[in-house]
């Protein structure tokens, strides 16, 4: 049997869950009981309907993909050139601008396909090789002076995803991090971890969803402000005084593309987003 209760607690306030009760055959009387977090099937109906305005947003980005495009060029070039004046000590930042023209660049191609829902490129991605790759960005530019913590879990088993869109998702999810407002030394932590037995209920898939594959990156801001926390996913929402409030919402529909969740838990002094991903992608329903 399965019944939803509302957990009360003055350290960790309300939190629903599903409550289950398992009778156990090898012991007469006995019964198992789980208590599991439903914060996350809650957030799903809400994120399934981010993607119309993902898709949105990504057909103006279609608009202006040529605009992108040539100053790109223009950069890979110029790093180009400076290789071949810079000591060697110094050759891994210009090979990571070209590295990073070149996805950009892949990105843009990949936002002009989001428009007409072509499916993406799939292939085994290793989420720690790409939480590196942004950690490493994040600290020669927007991340500079900010403390990276790294918590992973090493038998985690390959992503079934796009590793250039999964950097996207991670790359926007530390920025925002690194930009949130707070005071003291700034600490961002990423974590991994298999979560075994956690299946969700998604609309439009004959089966609960298997999501056991969890990537975790809490900060130290400030929190995020109840205004926006019920509307955090949606496109062009943001407390930022230059913001666009467009990363979110295509951090949202990049996990929802590749059969994943996202949520968030949030309080002065400490926010964590949480991106639920599957072994493979499940079939939907025609």
Do not use: W
Not at 71 to 77: A, C
Not at 92 to 120: K, Y
């Amino acid at each position: 049997a399965e019944n939803g209760v509302t957990l009360a607690s003055p350290r960790i306030g309300n939190h629903f869950c599903a409550l289950r009760l398992s009778p156990i055959v090898e012991s007469d009387g006995l019964v198992a009981v789980s208590l599991v977090e439903q914060s996350i099937a809650r957030n799903i109906d809400r994120q399934m309907s981010h993607r119309s305005a993902a898709r949105s947003v990504s057909a103006l980005a279609a608009m202006l993909a040529h605009e992108v495009k040539n100053p790109l060029s223009g950069i890979r070039g110029a790093a180009q050139l400076l290789e071949q004046s810079v000591p060697d000590s110094e050759r891994e930042l210009t090979g990571l601008i070209c590295e990073e023209t070149d996805r950009i660049v892949a990105l843009v191609d990949r936002m002009e396909a989001f428009a007409d829902g072509r499916p993406i490129e799939r292939g085994p991605v290793n989420i720690h090789q790409v939480l590196n790759h942004v950690r490493r960005l994040s600290q020669n530019g927007f991340g500079k002076g900010v403390r990276f913590v790294e918590t992973y879990d090493p038998s985690l088993p390959d992503v079934h995803g796009d590793r250039d869109q999964l950097i996207q998702v991670f790359l926007n999810l530390v920025k925002n991090a690194c930009e949130a407002p707070g005071e003291g030394e700034r600490e961002i932590e990423l974590s991994t971890a298999y979560r075994h037995g956690l299946r969700l209920a998604v609309p439009g898939l004959q089966a609960r969803v298997n999501l056991p594959l969890g990537v975790s990156v809490r900060d130290n801001g400030g929190g995020v402000s109840d205004e926006i926390r019920g509307h955090l996913f949606d496109a062009f929402v943001t407390n930022k005084p230059t913001g666009t409030g467009l990363g979110l919402a295509l951090v949202a529909k990049i996990i929802n593309d590749h059969g994943g969740a996202i949520e968030f838990d949030s309080e002065p002094g400490r926010t964590t987003f949480r991106v639920m991903l599957p072994l493979q992608l499940p079939q939907a329903v025609p």
